[in-house]
């Protein structure tokens, strides 16, 4: 079975502070992704990744940005944390981009 | 604009009964459509996937039948149990996967 892993299941942050989320995958998969997912909004993407050292803009990429230096590895960087990236974040894998992703199990991020 | 429409309010059944999703969508074109549930405090886990020209998927008590028609996909868990309760997610692949809010299921004994 594929195995996704998140650093951290919960994370207290401040205002400002530079904030990052881990992933990592064990099969061997081309693609990742990183979502938030929100009350009443539903899981929005963030950024994907289809290659080591390459990444895509998704709907929501203001404030983030990403880094897969290594193919089972691709993180999440707040650059400066702000009240309204308070969320749960979920990280994914997929062999192909047309193909079922597998999820981790989250990160609930809480800014104060 | 683009919608993707899973009933927000929650479904309450009784056990052995067939529960049925739905999810519809506009403004969409589809190539896939995905199912995945979510438990609480837990990242999605995928279910089901079927594509543009089938009409219909099962796995074990699972179905999903999908209509580019009426460009709508329902979701059946025949013989429902308690451990079927959770949020059933609807996702569309147009280029990239689109996530419907989800419907939370509730099955009762």
């Known amino acids: 079975d594929v195995k996704v892993t998140q650093s951290s299941r919960y994370l207290v942050k401040r205002t400002g502070e530079k904030v990052f989320l881990e992933c990592v995958q064990d099969?061997?998969?081309?693609?990742m992704f990183w979502y938030r997912q929100d009350p009443g909004l539903g899981l929005r993407l963030i950024y994907f990744s289809y290659d080591v050292k390459m990444k895509e803009k998704g709907d929501i990429p203001e404030g983030y940005s990403v880094s897969r230096e290594k193919k089972e590895r691709f993180s999440l960087i707040l650059e400066s944390a702000s009240t309204n990236q308070t969320s749960m974040y979920l990280c994914?894998?997929?062999?192909?981009?047309?193909?079922?992703?597998?999820f981790g199990d989250g990160t609930r991020l809480s800014i104060l | 604009s683009q919608k993707i429409e899973q009933n927000s309010e929650a479904l309450n059944i009784q056990e052995g009964k067939t529960a049925t999703l739905t999810c519809n969508y506009t403004?969409?074109?589809?190539?896939?459509l995905q199912w995945y549930r979510q438990d609480p405090g837990r990242g999605p886990v995928f279910l089901l996937l079927?594509?543009?020209?089938?009409k219909e998927k099962r796995k074990e008590r699972l179905k999903v039948t999908f209509d580019t028609t009426l460009k709508q996909s329902l979701f059946h868990i025949t013989a429902s149990q308690p451990a079927d309760s959770a949020t059933y997610l609807c996702a569309l692949l147009t280029g990239k996967l689109i996530f419907g809010q989800g419907t939370t299921l509730q099955v009762k004994p």
């Open positions: 079927i594509r543009e020209n089938e």
């Open positions: 099969m061997d998969h081309e693609n």
């Open positions: 403004n969409y074109s589809p190539a896939y």
């Open positions: 994914a894998s997929s062999i192909e981009g047309n193909q079922p992703q597998h």
